[in-house]
């Protein structure tokens, strides 16, 4: 296992991969100001208010979900990205699905003047530039490269950085067909292939099974897992393996992406309705 979880306790490494680039161009164009967009729990949110404050740049979240604006306090990742600074807009479900179009963009320019900004997950081209980094010759070894997959960024570096001999298998945290084509426009290789069993039911859905292999996992390696993407991404690559899915011999090289930001506001979720929590003690 690749550990991008070490780069920071709290804020997945690959978002960190995924703004290097951004920044530095944030900076050449003298932007002041980095607006971003997320849901609540969203580990974007808390990476870009984070390196946003260590790079001097003030930064503002466009948060989905208008009634989140009066308990923003109560949300570890929300409370967090304040305590960086992050300057919140929480809008309704309705508004933000707009969040793509010029008039929009517009507004906000309008309201917060001139800004550098991060598209939602944080992936364009720049953010595939930074991902392509987290392989390097050391893993020239390895048969197989595991990722978990939210927008496609972070697999379309691994992709475009990956040896001919190896093959890229991504494991989709979401339900839809549409990644294949997402990845297409920043993947320049064909070395490989989305693993689409394994998303339990789709964006943040997790069930019992889930969680308890998780704090399995922990027990037995120490390696913390969030819920969202590598706790889904390493449940479907052990399923594989137990089900000879992999050529005898290979060498499996899993990334951890991160998100253990994320573990706090799902074991308050999972307290509410009183079912199975992510154990974080060994
Ligand atoms: C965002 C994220 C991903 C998915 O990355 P994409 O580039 O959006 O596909 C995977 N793992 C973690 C922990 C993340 O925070």
């Not at 949110?45 to 260590?54: K, N, R």
């Not at 707009?98 to 008039?103: D, F, N, P, V």
């Not at 001999?165 to 991504?170: N, R, S």
């Not at 991404?233 to 998100?259: C, E, R």
Request: net charge negative.
């Amino acid at each position: 296992m690749k550990r991008e979880d070490l780069i920071h306790p709290f804020v997945s490494g690959n978002k960190f991969r995924k703004l290097k680039y951004n920044l530095l161009e944030a900076k050449e164009q003298k932007k002041e100001i980095l607006l971003t967009f997320g849901g609540a729990y969203s580990n974007h949110i808390a990476a870009v208010a984070f390196a946003g404050q260590q790079h001097g740049f003030k930064t503002i979240g466009i948060i989905r979900g208008e009634e989140l604006g009066s308990q923003q306090d109560l949300n570890p990742t929300l409370s967090f990205a304040k305590s960086c600074g992050m300057q919140f807009e929480f809008v309704s479900r309705e508004a933000y699905r707009l969040k793509s179009e010029e008039s929009f963009i517009q507004d906000l320019r309008d309201t917060f003047g001139d800004f550098y900004l991060v598209p939602e997950g944080g992936t364009n081209a720049l953010a595939v530039k930074g991902c392509q980094e987290i392989l390097t010759e050391q893993d020239a070894g390895f048969d197989f490269i595991c990722c978990a997959i939210g927008t496609g960024g972070t697999i379309s570096g691994l992709i475009n950085s990956a040896y001919p001999h190896q093959k890229v298998l991504g494991f989709p945290a979401l339900k839809g067909d549409f990644l294949n084509d997402e990845i297409r426009i920043f993947a320049q290789n064909e070395n490989w292939k989305l693993i689409s069993d394994y998303h339990f039911g789709g964006y943040g859905k997790v069930n019992e099974e889930l969680i308890a292999f998780m704090n399995h996992f922990f027990s037995t390696t120490q390696i913390l897992l969030d819920p969202i993407y590598t706790g889904k991404m390493v449940y479907g690559v052990l399923d594989l393996i137990a089900n000879n899915y992999f050529p005898s011999g290979s060498k499996i090289l899993m990334i951890h992406t991160g998100g253990l930001q994320g573990i706090q506001g799902m074991n308050e979720k999972l307290s509410r309705k009183n079912v199975l929590t992510i154990n974080v003690n060994v």
